[in-house]
């Protein structure tokens, strides 16, 4: 699936969103590395490098997009297939990830809307992610399009300093019974 697409930010900035392509890998190592490095929202923290080789082709329903403002990217957003299984082919999971410099442009929820409407062209109908308890301004985002609390996960992260922080699942419902 191939999304391009120039957005006009709230602060007028422009910005570029794009499927990614294989010349992205070298910045996608870098945008990734920076992005654990400053916030603990991730699954990945920042003991856990990204390289070349963790950047894989994707199954055919998978969609990786990132925002790239002058030519940097500074935002991505993914839906991978939950599993090749035939009853659980209807579901993907959300992955999605703002530098900290370029929080509160509107560039999460520019991403969100575009991974949205690749689900459902891609005949998804169900998009599932795992948040973070204590990131409030994710959990109010998602809720703003639609995603529903499912359920709590008990010490779902476990951070470097052996913190345990719960991870909250929610479910966007697409088509006919969906928003």
């Not at 998978?62 to 500074?74: E, P, R, S």
């Not at 957003?77 to 082919?89: G, H, M, P, T, Y």
Request: include cysteine.
């Amino acid at each position: 699936m191939e999304v391009n697409r120039q957005i006009t930010l709230k602060n007028g900035e422009q910005i570029e969103i794009r499927t990614t392509k294989e010349t992205d890998t070298k910045n996608l190592v870098r945008y990734y590395n920076q992005l654990y490095l400053e916030t603990e929202n991730f699954t990945r923290g920042s003991l856990d490098t990204v390289s070349e080789k963790d950047i894989k082709p994707t199954k055919s329903r998978d969609v990786l997009l990132v925002a790239l403002l002058d030519n940097k990217i500074v935002g991505h957003v993914e839906i991978s297939e939950k599993s090749s299984k035939a009853r659980l082919k209807h579901r993907c999971e959300l992955s999605i990830g703002v530098l900290k410099s370029h929080w509160k442009k509107g560039i999460a929820g520019k991403l969100l809307s575009e991974i949205i409407s690749c689900a459902a062209a891609l005949n998804y109908e169900q998009i599932d992610l795992i948040v973070l308890k204590t990131n409030k301004p994710a959990i109010k985002l998602y809720k703003s399009f639609g995603f529903k609390k499912t359920g709590t996960i008990l010490h779902s992260f476990k951070m470097e300093d052996s913190r345990y922080i719960d991870g909250i699942f929610m479910t966007k419902i697409l088509g006919e019974y969906g928003i």
